[in-house]
């Protein structure tokens, strides 16, 4: 062969080498994972266990919230909390009714109740993604009965809806610890400032002072005039607790004693009288002792 042919077949050989190369390795490449995958979420059914927890959840936020909404703002009435117990509070149809609301709109709003959002459960169609908000507010007035209650297949074909579980990413783990975190520390600081008296001993002994100083008491009473502080409202059972406090005071005299109920308000950072009520005058019998200040 001469060898101006050969020069030409080598250099068809290598241009046909060069054109086939990048197809050859875009066709190996074709079927690899990425290196850096990113990861999906896995949705499975959310079991029953878990949508009951949800509910239970979501049943104590509402009735927190409804608690909050009539005491703060007046929503539906005022809730009067300062009863001898909590059980008139639980029987206040007002009340019920305010949470029962909360309960059938809790998923209305985001499509996930915070119960659920908490838990990695979401409610999704039949394609895979969240419902829109005319099937969310559909699912609120069917879940009058407990969704939770009926087999998630059947509920799938029937209504075309599912909860499913997920895997929360990072960022959804550390926000969840957060949030949990922080509501622990709430719930710590609202017990701990519920149990605590309504007004101190110091401000109660100041406004006692000032009502020895009414000139009919010594009339009524006799001198000189004494006088005891008995139990404070707690702050859970005193409606506006941050500005009103009531306690129990009893005067002595010699020739009677005077009890009754003291509600104060703090005005300007200092506590004044508002009102006295159960207003109760006991005559002090002859052979009875007086009985000092204690």
Not at 159 to 188: D, H, K, N, Q
Not at 235 to 250: I, M, N, T, V
Not at 253 to 267: E, F, S, T, Y
Request: contains cysteine; proline residues 7%.
């Amino acid at each position: 062969m001469p060898r101006g042919d050969a020069l030409r077949n080598a250099l068809r050989t290598a241009r046909i080498r060069n054109a086939a190369g990048p197809r050859v390795l875009l066709r190996r490449s074709v079927g690899r994972p990425p290196l850096n995958p990113k990861p999906r979420r896995t949705r499975t059914p959310a079991p029953r266990l878990l949508r009951f927890a949800a509910l239970s959840l979501d049943a104590m936020l509402a009735f927190l919230t409804a608690v909050a909404a009539r005491v703060f703002f007046g929503v539906g009435g005022a809730l009067d909390i300062g009863a001898a117990s909590a059980l008139p509070a639980l029987l206040d149809v007002q009340l019920f009714a305010l949470t029962l609301l909360l309960i059938w709109l809790r998923d209305v709003p985001l499509g996930a109740s915070p119960a659920k959002w908490l838990l990695c459960l979401t409610v999704i169609g039949r394609d895979g993604r969240r419902l829109g908000p005319g099937r969310r507010l559909l699912r609120a007035l069917v879940g009058i009965v407990p969704l939770a209650l009926v087999r998630p297949d059947v509920e799938r074909r029937v209504f075309g809806w599912r909860v499913v579980s997920y895997s929360p990413s990072r960022t959804g783990l550390v926000s969840r610890t957060a949030l949990t975190a922080g509501a622990a520390v709430f719930s710590v600081t609202w017990a701990f400032e519920t149990v605590r008296p309504s007004i101190g001993r110091g401000a109660a002994r100041d406004l006692a002072e000032v009502l020895l100083d009414d000139p009919l008491l010594p009339r009524t009473l006799g001198e000189p005039l004494h006088y005891e502080i008995g139990s404070v409202t707690r702050r859970a059972r005193q409606p506006g607790a941050s500005h009103r406090a009531s306690f129990r005071l009893r005067i002595l005299g010699p020739n009677a004693r005077q009890d009754m109920v003291v509600h104060a308000r703090k005005v300007d950072g200092a506590w004044t009288l508002e009102e006295l009520t159960e207003i109760e005058v006991t005559v002090a019998e002859a052979d009875t002792p007086h009985v000092a200040r204690r």
